[in-house]
């Protein structure tokens, strides 16, 4: 399958920066998330919940035209790495169709994070991973 170029934009960036830029980076995709629209921050279903994340985060899809988007619940000021992830993920993947999210590739993960010491978040943030890819089947199904 062939990568998608925003999602290839986004791993080509982050191979070529050293770690203080990636940390830099970071904290600025920390601070782009969207925010949680209102008509979701009241719904407290657990079936959106990452449990395997460390940080507390829900992930609500929504398929409009053939296309995902993807809302995040999470204390971006409590978990800016985990905020910056996903944004950074957010921003290649929303309003594309599902197999964008399909597209992203095995190594995502440790190729966003590599050289940074923040091994322990990896298992947290590939499981936010594989539940984008859950919802985009879903969505394809």
Known sequence: MTLPPRISAVLD???????????????SYARKLEP????LSSIADEAFAVPECQTPVRL?????DGKLHFYVDINAR???TVAAFLSILLSAVNDQPPETT??????????????LGLGTREVGLEALVGR???HAREALA
């Open 78 to 80: 409590q978990s800016p």
């Open 132 to 134: 984008l890819r859950r």
């Open 102 to 115: 399909l597209a992203i590739p095995d190594d995502f993960v440790r190729t966003m994070m590599h050289g």
């Open 36 to 39: 949680l629209p209102e008509r």
């Open 13 to 27: 960036r982050f191979r070529s920066l050293g770690r203080e830029d990636k940390m830099a980076a970071l904290v």
């Open 60 to 64: 609500f899809p929504e398929v409009t």
